[in-house]
């Protein structure tokens, strides 16, 4: 399984990359007005930290002609940089384009499985279906995953799901569970991934012991 981080913030970008378990990162429009800064200075930045791991950037056009358009300009930025293309009519005329063309997709604002099924049939690389936005209207997120997985197990797609709007750990879990190729995690919940209470209360307890074992050899 690999991890993504979903984010535009340079800090949390390095943080995760010196964990040494990242694998690609995943912007938006909303992610990069975040950081308050220029568009291509993020960008920048995130390319010189990430060189060689899938980087995800948004197009801002709606028509397909202005998505390619953007696309093209984006795709020159660096070899790993993968274009986010929104789930649309024109959207997946882009990707059909745009992956003929040998560059790279990930269809976002997936929020249903017969959306999902189209950018897969468009060709799309990655597919971003959401799942705490499905949650936070009382659908289930995860439902949205297994149903995907099952359609790519069914035809042999070649997209790869990545599993977005990751709001906890357990839906880390579940997207694990299910078997998603990736999770783009916020770096919030990248750490609370590490933490549990009984390993820092054992954590205390064998550092308290450690002090009172004789001729210690560190
Ligand atoms: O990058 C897309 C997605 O992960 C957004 O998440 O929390 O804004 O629903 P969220």
Known sequence: ????????????????????????????????????????????????????????????????????????????????????????????????????????????????PTQALLAMKAGASYISPFVGRLDDISHDGMELISQIKTIIDNYGFKSQIIVASIRHPMHVLEAALIGADIATIPYKVVEQLAKHPLTDIGLEKFLKDWESVPEKPF
Do not use: Q
């Open 1 to 112: 399984m690999k991890f993504f981080i979903d984010t535009a913030n340079i800090e949390e970008i390095k943080a995760a990359n010196d964990l040494k378990i990242l694998d690609g990162v995943t912007t938006n429009p909303t992610l990069i007005s975040k950081t308050g800064k220029p568009f291509m200075e993020v960008v920048e930045e995130i390319l010189t930290e990430v060189p060689d791991k899938p980087v995800s950037l948004e197009v801002a056009s709606t028509d397909c002609e202005g998505m390619i358009k953007e696309a093209e300009t984006l795709a020159k930025l660096g070899k790993n940089v993968v274009i986010k293309i929104p789930l649309t009519i024109d959207g997946l005329k882009a990707v059909k384009h745009l992956e003929y063309n040998g560059i790279k997709t990930n269809v976002t604002l997936i929020f249903s």
